[in-house]
Nanobody, 120 residues
């Protein structure tokens, strides 16, 4: 199983970016998906999470600015980031809680990270 994240880059404060993360390989079922981020010198922190049924949870620092969504048919999770601030600068990691085969418990898989830089 691989998770391939994309969409990071350099953006000015107040701008927008859309991150994508596609899971591929032998997958039976994907439960939750989401995004963490890690800024230089800081611990990794949860940004947003979405369940298989579409229920969303956000960190307080992104509420009202970021929107998480998923396309179950494509095994893909998205993060629409609006009104970006310099403090949003970080490497963003996607993850998926998934089962590879019937009867096998799910576990977390991680993408490689994509860098988001917010700067003028």
């Amino acid at each position: 199983v691989q998770l391939q994240a994309s969409g990071g880059g350099l953006v000015q404060p107040g701008g927008s970016l859309r991150l994508s993360c596609a899971a591929s390989g032998s997958i039976f079922r994907i439960n939750g998906m989401g995004w963490y981020r890690q800024a230089p010198g800081k611990q990794r922190e949860l940004v947003a999470h979405i369940t298989s049924g579409g229920r969303r949870n956000y960190a307080d620092f992104v509420k009202g600015r970021f929107t998480i969504s998923r396309d179950n048919a494509k095994n893909t999770v998205y993060l629409q980031m609006n009104s970006l601030k310099p403090e949003d600068t970080a490497v963003y990691y996607c993850y998926a809680d998934l089962s590879r085969w019937v009867g096998v418990p799910s576990s977390d898989y991680w993408g490689q990270g994509t860098l988001v830089t917010v700067s003028s």
